[in-house]
């Protein structure tokens, strides 16, 4: 099936003309969309979310009748993936002449004003900026006849669900409601229920499953040496755009620094950056002048670089939806890609956690001179540790100090226990009849 067959018009058809075939959401998508029902999908980061909603929009904008307002509004959680949405719109509807602005926060909020108070089409949000501008009378939104919530399970993780709740409660009853994500948690999927009228629900992959084309290992190694066995790896010639995520702001900048130092074409991107930062270390990345991009989870979400060759999890994450989000960052448009994670003793039960989610475990490979003595990442995840069998006294028991077996251990420290606890009982009584 090509994209003219999904119904869409020759101008949108001759915009996206790079691409042979629509993905396998956009397939199902599309046509749901034009048909103006409401729609639940959820899919694996890089198979074409974006697209799938973008395109009939456009069409839709296009054809309909036009308004003061705007009549189809994108919230995002991300500035990055805010912007990186409006450049799709201006490319994708290239021949449609259609009006749209990008709303975030980060830089100075009048000549959004003054882009709100013009004719638009399409607005794309993300949620705090949105409601200043609601709240100042400055977003018109009377008009939007589609919502957009892209990304939705990130919009729970950042907190923003109290805010989108209010942003639908002010917009038009009467309306297409389409929400996209990788992940569909219980209260974001409550949500959409109570919001949404007969909604269709697609899956086109297992929920927080890896996209197959990721290549995933772990190397086991000392926390104090992960700076050390990164720079090993990124001298690999095969190392050509490398994504590299850690927990915290704090360790991004100062790895950053330690690989500068190391004549390292590398910076920073997180939420402590401004925004005119952010956007130029994207912009240099993309261009291959910075080889090296080191991130916290703010661009694990819709970052969509082209030729993402490698991800590196300098720290696994706290929570682990987010390494399946991470590792989406490359092996994206059919792409190969590789996903490696530098993982110490400490992160085992991150990683334990890690495996349960994607249903498999995660392949090991040593590198020479990092490797950890005892590898009990290697165990399987779903085993529980044995227990020990101790005397009262806090000895392990065995046959030579009175335990049977160790397999009994633990029936013998109850018995003494329970012997214990009579003695004392005993002793009081005497007391409380003396």
Same mark, same amino acid.
Do not use: W
């Given at each position: 099936?090509? +994209?003219?067959?999904?119904?869409?018009?020759?101008? @949108?058809?001759?915009?996206?003309?790079?691409?042979? #075939?629509?993905?396998?959401?956009?397939?199902?998508? @599309?046509?749901?969309?034009? !048909?103006?029902?409401?729609?639940?999908?959820?899919?694996?980061?890089?198979?074409?979310?974006?697209?799938?909603?973008?395109?009939?929009?456009?069409?839709?904008?296009?054809?309909?009748?036009?308004?003061?307002?705007?009549?189809?509004?994108?919230?995002?959680?991300?500035?990055?993936?805010?912007?990186?949405?409006?450049?799709?719109?201006?490319?994708?509807?290239?021949?449609?002449?259609?009006?749209?602005?990008? @709303? +975030?926060?980060?830089?100075?909020?009048?000549?959004?004003?003054? %882009?709100?108070?013009?004719?638009?089409?399409?607005?794309?949000?993300?949620?705090?900026?949105?409601? &200043?501008?609601?709240?100042?009378?400055?977003?018109?939104? #009377?008009?939007?006849?589609?919502?957009?919530?892209? !990304?939705?399970?990130?919009?729970?993780?950042?907190?923003?669900?109290?805010?989108?709740?209010?942003?639908?409660?002010?917009?038009?009853?009467?309306?297409?409601?389409?929400?996209?994500?990788?992940?569909?948690?219980?209260? @974001? !999927?409550?949500?959409?229920?109570?919001?949404?009228?007969?909604?269709?629900?697609?899956?086109?992959?297992?929920?927080?499953?890896?996209?197959?084309?990721?290549?995933?290992?772990?190397?086991?190694?000392?926390?104090?040496?992960?700076?050390?066995?990164?720079?090993?790896?990124?001298?690999?010639?095969?190392?050509?755009?490398?994504?590299? +995520?850690?927990?915290?702001?704090?360790?991004?900048?100062?790895?950053?620094?330690?690989?500068?130092?190391? =004549?390292?074409?590398?910076?920073?991107?997180?939420?402590?950056?401004?925004?005119?930062?952010?956007?130029?270390?994207?912009?240099?990345?993309?261009?291959? %002048?910075?080889?090296?991009?080191?991130?916290?989870?703010?661009?694990?979400?819709?970052?969509?670089?082209? =030729?993402?060759?490698?991800?590196? #999890?300098?720290?696994?994450?706290?929570?682990?939806? &987010?390494?399946?989000?991470?590792?989406?960052?490359?092996?994206?448009? =059919?792409?190969?890609?590789?996903?490696?994670?530098?993982?110490?003793?400490?992160?085992?039960?991150?990683?334990?956690?890690? !495996?349960?989610?994607?249903?498999?475990?995660?392949?090991?490979?040593?590198?020479?001179?990092?490797?950890?003595?005892?590898?009990?990442?290697?165990?399987?995840?779903?085993?529980?540790?044995?227990?020990?069998?101790?005397?009262?006294? =806090?000895?392990?028991?065995?046959?030579?100090?009175?335990?049977?077996?160790?397999?009994?251990?633990?029936?013998?420290?109850?018995?003494?226990?329970?012997?214990?606890?009579?003695?004392?009982?005993?002793?009081?009584?005497?007391?409380?009849?003396?």
């Amino acid at each position: 099936m090509n +994209f003219t067959e999904l119904g869409l018009r020759p101008e @949108i058809v001759r915009a996206v003309a790079g691409y042979t #075939n629509p993905t396998s959401i956009q397939e199902q998508a @599309i046509p749901v969309v034009l !048909e103006g029902r409401d729609l639940i999908a959820c899919a694996q980061t890089g198979t074409g979310k974006t697209a799938a909603f973008l395109l009939p929009i456009l069409q839709d904008l296009f054809v309909g009748q036009r308004s003061v307002g705007p009549r189809a509004l994108i919230i995002t959680p991300t500035r990055e993936l805010a912007a990186q949405i409006g450049e799709m719109a201006k490319e994708y509807g290239r021949h449609l002449h259609l009006r749209s602005a990008v @709303i +975030f926060g980060g830089v100075r909020i009048e000549p959004q004003k003054r %882009k709100l108070a013009g004719k638009l089409d399409l607005l794309i949000a993300t949620p705090g900026r949105l409601l &200043d501008h609601v709240s100042r009378g400055q977003a018109p939104l #009377n008009h939007i006849r589609t919502i957009v919530l892209d !990304e939705a399970d990130r919009m729970l993780d950042m907190g923003f669900l109290p805010d989108v709740r209010r942003i639908l409660s002010v917009l038009p009853k009467k309306r297409q409601n389409l929400f996209f994500s990788a992940t569909m948690p219980s209260d @974001i !999927e409550t949500l959409i229920r109570r919001t949404s009228q007969k909604p269709v629900m697609l899956e086109v992959a297992r929920r927080a499953t890896p996209v197959k084309r990721v290549r995933q290992v772990v190397h086991t190694v000392q926390t104090d040496r992960k700076k050390e066995l990164l720079k090993v790896l990124l001298d690999n010639d095969n190392m050509h755009q490398t994504l590299v +995520f850690t927990r915290t702001k704090a360790r991004a900048n100062k790895l950053a620094q330690v690989l500068e130092k190391s =004549g390292y074409a590398v910076t920073a991107i997180h939420s402590n950056k401004s925004q005119n930062a952010r956007t130029r270390a994207l912009a240099a990345f993309r261009r291959g %002048k910075l080889k090296i991009l080191i991130a916290t989870d703010i661009a694990a979400r819709g970052l969509d670089v082209e =030729g993402i060759s490698h991800v590196v #999890n300098f720290e696994l994450p706290d929570a682990p939806e &987010d390494y399946v989000h991470r590792i989406g960052r490359t092996a994206r448009a =059919g792409d190969s890609g590789d996903a490696i994670s530098l993982v110490a003793p400490q992160e085992y039960k991150k990683l334990a956690a890690i !495996e349960r989610l994607i249903g498999k475990p995660i392949g090991r490979e040593s590198v020479a001179g990092f490797i950890v003595a005892r590898d009990v990442s290697k165990l399987d995840p779903r085993r529980k540790p044995k227990r020990k069998s101790v005397t009262p006294s =806090g000895r392990r028991l065995n046959r030579s100090n009175g335990g049977a077996a160790l397999g009994n251990g633990r029936n013998q420290t109850q018995r003494a226990v329970r012997k214990k606890a009579k003695r004392i009982a005993r002793i009081s009584d005497r007391r409380r009849v003396a």
